[in-house]
């Protein structure tokens, strides 16, 4: 890879030359690399979980985008050399993480993060045979971090079901044994 400096004759040249050469702009630098071609290996199971991931994410990208208020989130969020959509596949590619889960009496704080912006949190507390006691969405607490859950009762034996859900849709799920 090379970078290209003060060259009038690539100055606005971009594409291949032939099965050699490649010559693209990047960050405002004019980039000539060797031309790649389609790697011989079959792909492992990996990569194709990969592959399929990033199709998902690509599409809720173009999808999401329609949208000029989420179009403009992920804009203001967005570094040099990116764009929107660039921020809308990397949202779309991780999910949201559950940090930490506290018991303060009957209240359930979550402590939830994601890159961007998590959605909502879901809460279902869970008596000691599986059954379903309550469930309810969790309010985001003044940090923008914790979210807060008021629990009717949180029965020993039992436990509580965590979903966090970002602003694709991805969710992460956490389970608490209550004691």
Do not use: C
């Amino acid at each position: 890879m090379a970078i290209v400096k003060d060259n009038i004759l690539l100055q606005l040249v971009r594409g291949s030359l032939g099965d050699q050469i490649t010559i693209y702009e990047r960050n405002g630098q004019i980039i000539m690399a060797k031309k790649r071609g389609p790697s011989k290996k079959k792909p492992t199971k990996k990569q194709l979980e990969a592959r399929y991931k990033m199709q998902v994410a690509a599409a809720y990208a173009r999808e999401i985008l329609q949208d000029p208020e989420i179009k403009a989130y992920y804009k203001s969020l967005a570094g040099p050399g990116q764009n929107a959509y660039n921020m809308a596949v990397k949202d779309a590619y991780r999910s949201p993480e559950v940090q930490n889960i506290q018991f303060e009496e009957e209240t359930v704080v979550v402590t939830a993060k994601d890159e961007f912006r998590v959605a909502e949190v879901q809460v279902r507390v869970v008596d000691a045979a599986g059954s379903i006691l309550e469930k309810g969405k969790a309010v985001l607490g003044r940090n923008g971090v914790d979210w807060y859950y008021k629990a009717a009762s949180l029965p020993a034996g039992g436990s509580v079901i965590i979903v966090a859900v970002d602003l694709p849709g991805n969710e992460t799920v956490r389970e608490v044994r209550l004691e």
